[in-house]
C-alpha cells in the first residue's frame, strides 16, 4: 500500500498538479490547513527527496524550488487539471462583488458550474492514485472564494438558506446570481366588483397587480407571484379577508416597512389589507392547502313570485355538481360533491330574496342557485320550480382555519 509521498510521486511522475490540486489528492489528511499549504508542504518532501536521489518525475512539479545542485524551469508551468484557475480567484471575488452592489444581503452562497474538461482530468489524476483522501475541486473552488466574499462584504456564509447564491459558471465564464424570494403573508378584501384576483390581460389591474405594486418598487423585485387560498368570482366582492402570500422575486432590497406597504396598497378604495408580515416560502403550501368553509351573501331575482321559499331548505347536506358550462373551457369536466351547511333567507319583494350560504370549499354559488341546467343538483331554482339569477354575490366570511373561526 502506498502512502503520502508515493503516491504522490506517482501522480507527479506523470502530470504538474499545481499547489491546490495536490494538496486536494488528500485534503481529508489532518486539519487547519488549506489544499494550497498541503499540497507544498508535500512537494517539498518530493524536492528535498529529489535531490538527495534522482527519480522520475515532471521536472516542472518543481518550479519555484531552489536546489543546491540542480536548476528548475523559471517558466511558470500550467496544471494539468485546473490549467491555474486558481490564480484567478481574486479576480472572480472582484467580478462577484461588483455584480453584488445593487442588492442588500445578509447570507450567501457559492455554486460551482464546472467545466466538463476540468472534470475529466480531475477523474484522470484520481485513477492514478485513488480517491481515499481526495477532495473535489468544485468543493475547493466554492470554499475558496466564498472565504474571500465573507472576509470583503462581513456577510454570513450558509448553506442552508442564502439570501443569494453566487453562481460562477466556469465552462461560459460568467457568474450568475440566485436571489431567493421574499415572501409577505397577509390577508385582502376586494371592495369592488368587476377586478380579477390574479393578472389577466383582458383587465386592466387585479387584487394581485394593486396588492404587489407597492412591494415590487419598494423591494426592486424582478417580477411577483400571487398564492391565495382560493379565489372570488371577478363579478364577486370579498368582504371577509382570504389569506394570501404575495412571493416578490429577485429582490435587490430584502428590508421593508410592513406598515408603509399596507397604507399604500389601502389608498386604493378597491383592496384592503391587513397583517402584513414577512414569512418563508413554507407559507405558500399551507395557504394553497387551506379548505375553507365560505359564508355568502347572494341576492337573487326569480321569475316568478317566490310562494314556498321554505322549501330552499332541501340545499342543505351534499349537492352534487358538474364542472359549470362557464368554465369548462379551463376545467376538466368532472363531477364534484360539495356540502351545504347552512342557509337563511331575507325578503326583498315577491321575486327577490338575500341568502346567507355556508357551503364548502369549492362550491360553485351561482350554479347552486340557478342549477346550470341540471348540472347542479339539487340547486334553489330547482327545490323552488322557479328559474333564478344571481344578481350579486359577495363572500362575507370564512369558516373553520387552522382551529379559528374567522
Known sequence: MFGVI???KKVMASYYLCDNCLGRLFALLLTGMSNRERGAAIRKVIAMEYEAKRFKIKRENFYGIKFRKKRTSVKKPQCYVCKNIFDSIDKYVEDALSILKPYQFSTFLVGIKM???IVMREEQVLRTCGKSYAEDIKSELSREIGKRIELRTSKAYDKDMPDITIIFDLEHNKI???VRSIFIYGEYSKLVRGIPQTKWDKYEESVEDIIAKPFIKALKGKGH???????EDIDARCLAYRPFVLEIKGPKKRRVDIESMAKEINKSGKVLVRNLKLTERSKVRAVKKMAMDKIYRVVVSFRDRVKN???????LGIVEQRTPRRVLHRRKDIKR???????KWKKVNDKKYIFEICAESGTY???????DNGRT????????????????LDVIGFGEKDGKKE
Do not use: Q, T
Not at 365 to 371: A, D, P, Q, R, S
Open 176 to 178: 450568475e446570481l440566485d
Open 337 to 343: 360533491y360539495k356540502k351545504i351547511k347552512s342557509i
Open 115 to 117: 467545466c466538463d474538461e
Open 365 to 371: 354559488i351561482k350554479e347552486l342557485v340557478n342549477g
Open 6 to 8: 508515493e503516491k504522490a
Open 377 to 392: 343538483k339539487p340547486s334553489i331554482a330547482y327545490l323552488l320550480n322557479n328559474p333564478a339569477k344571481v344578481e350579486s
Open 309 to 315: 321559499i321554505a322549501s330552499v331548505k332541501g340545499i
Open 225 to 231: 407571484v400571487f398564492h391565495a387560498a382560493g379565489r
